[in-house]
């Protein structure tokens, strides 16, 4: 029974260790504890302000980026617009220079056809005239005295002129 009862002695005994022990840890050893669970509790504060801040600086640089990103679709949809305004500037003007290339074609061939024709015309009212003395140039170098004379003079006349040309 000496374990359950206790001893008074013992308990002195232990009761002035236990308080040398916290005399010691108290003169040497609680205030490097606390300091150092002081410094701790800063370092802890310390990285979590820093954590924040880095948190917060990550929020800006992807607000930062999103607003450059925006920035690079509406640079790039100004230069595709700029780009589709130049194309449809550049085909137009090259139709219009087409039609009009087309219709100085056009004019110069017409009066190309107009010219010819009266080349050709020139050259028809020439060879008529030519023609109409040739036959007079026949007729009168002979005399018709009578008609079947006449007659068979102008069949020999169109005989040679159809066997000339």
Known sequence: MGLITPDY?????????FGIVIWLLKKFAWKPILQGLKHREEQIAKSLR???SARN???KLHEQNA????LARQERDAIMLEAKVFRERMVKEATDKAQVDAKKFLEQARLTIIHEKEVAQTELKAYASTLAIQ???IIL??????K???EEQIRCIINEMTTKN
């Open 148 to 150: 079947q004379g006449y």
């Open 57 to 59: 600086e990550m929020v």
């Open 67 to 70: 607003e450059m990103a925006n």
């Open 141 to 146: 170098r002979k005399e018709l005295s009578n």
């Open 135 to 137: 036959m007079a140039e």
């Open 9 to 17: 002695g013992l308990l002195v005994w232990m009761l002035i260790s």
């Open 50 to 52: 820093e954590a924040n």
